[in-house]
Structures are given as C-alpha cells and as structure tokens.
C-alpha cells in the first residue's frame, strides 16, 4: 500500500473516530497497521465501555506495553481476589480456618475456637459431648490480628 493511501485511509478512521464509529474507524486502524489509532480504541474500550478484555487486545496490538502490563496487572489482581474469597467461603462452609495473611517464621497456624476446642478434646481424651460452652463454637468470631507498620508504630511513640 502506497503513503498516500495509508494517509487517505487513517484520515478516513480518524473521521469515523470523531463521529464515535469505533468499530468501522479500528478495522481500518487495523487494515493500516496504525498503532496511535488502534491504541485510541483501546482507551474507548477500556474507559468508555468499561471492555477491559478487549482494551487488553487492542494495547498488544498497538505494541503499548505499558498499558498492557497494568490492564494485565489489575486483572491478575481481581483474579486473586475472586480466588481468595472462594477460599474463604469454603474454609468457612467446613468450619477451618483461611487465613492468608503472612506469619512470621515459626509462627504457629491460627485455629479458629471450635478447631482449638475439637483438638483440645482429641489430645484429652474426652468426648466431644463432654465440654459444653455457653455458646455454639459457630458462633465465636475468629480473631484476626491487627496489623500495624513500622511507621504507624513509630508515630505512636
């Protein structure tokens, strides 16, 4: 394809561009190899439309690393929250404990109440139906530590 028609056909996208046609403006984005034009969808998509998935196509197609690694960063990050959430829910469904967080070598594995008292009995030797609490073990809340930086800690000082 010559300059002149190269130039002819990106005025054309840049027109349909404006007229908000997106579609007809990135097929010829993409008939010209036209990066800046291609990565201008990619925008409209990802802000616009809220389509990340396809605004993650368009920025690798457009050769824009750097909004690839982010829209591809976030979407990791929202995948490990889905994931975690799973996790937790079905930890919770069989009454164990989930607890992601980061522990300190040596630091032994938090149990939730129920657990403590279920392993309690075991190493005792008593039945299950021996030790009673004024309240159902599904109802104590699991304690989940607080954590506090070493700045938030030295401005306590």
Same mark, same amino acid.
């Given at each position: 394809?010559?300059?002149? !028609?190269? #130039?002819m056909? =990106?005025?054309? *996208?840049?027109?349909?561009?404006?007229?908000?046609?997106?579609? &007809?403006? @990135?097929? $010829?984005y993409?008939?010209?190899?036209?990066?800046g *034009?291609? #990565?201008? $969808?990619?925008?409209?998509m990802?802000?616009?439309?809220?389509?990340? =998935?396809?605004? @993650? +196509?368009?920025?690798?197609?457009?050769? %824009? %690393? =750097? &909004?690839?690694?982010?829209?591809?960063?976030?979407?990791?990050?929202?995948?490990?929250? @889905? /994931?975690?959430?799973?996790?937790? +829910?079905e930890?919770?469904?069989?009454?164990?404990n989930?607890?992601? *967080?980061?522990?300190?070598?040596?630091?032994?594995?938090?149990?939730?109440?129920?657990? #403590?008292? /279920?392993?309690?009995?075991?190493? @005792? *030797?008593i039945?299950? &139906?021996?030790? %009673?609490?004024?309240?159902?073990?599904?109802?104590?809340?699991?304690?989940?530590? $607080? =954590? /506090?930086?070493?700045?938030?800690?030295? !401005?306590?000082?």
């Amino acid at each position: 394809m010559e300059a002149s !028609e190269k #130039a002819m056909l =990106v005025r054309r *996208g840049n027109e349909l561009f404006n007229n908000k046609d997106y579609k &007809n403006a @990135l097929k $010829i984005y993409l008939a010209v190899d036209n990066h800046g *034009g291609i #990565a201008r $969808i990619a925008s409209i998509m990802e802000h616009e439309k809220k389509d990340r =998935v396809t605004a @993650l +196509k368009l920025y690798k197609k457009a050769k %824009h %690393h =750097v &909004n690839v690694e982010k829209l591809a960063y976030e979407m990791a990050q929202a995948i490990r929250l @889905l /994931i975690k959430e799973d996790k937790e +829910k079905e930890a919770l469904a069989n009454g164990e404990n989930f607890n992601p *967080g980061y522990k300190i070598s040596g630091q032994a594995p938090t149990l939730l109440p129920h657990e #403590a008292l /279920i392993r309690a009995k075991a190493k @005792l *030797g008593i039945k299950a &139906n021996k030790i %009673h609490f004024s309240e159902s073990d599904k109802d104590i809340i699991p304690w989940r530590p $607080i =954590v /506090i930086s070493k700045k938030d800690l030295d !401005e306590m000082k």
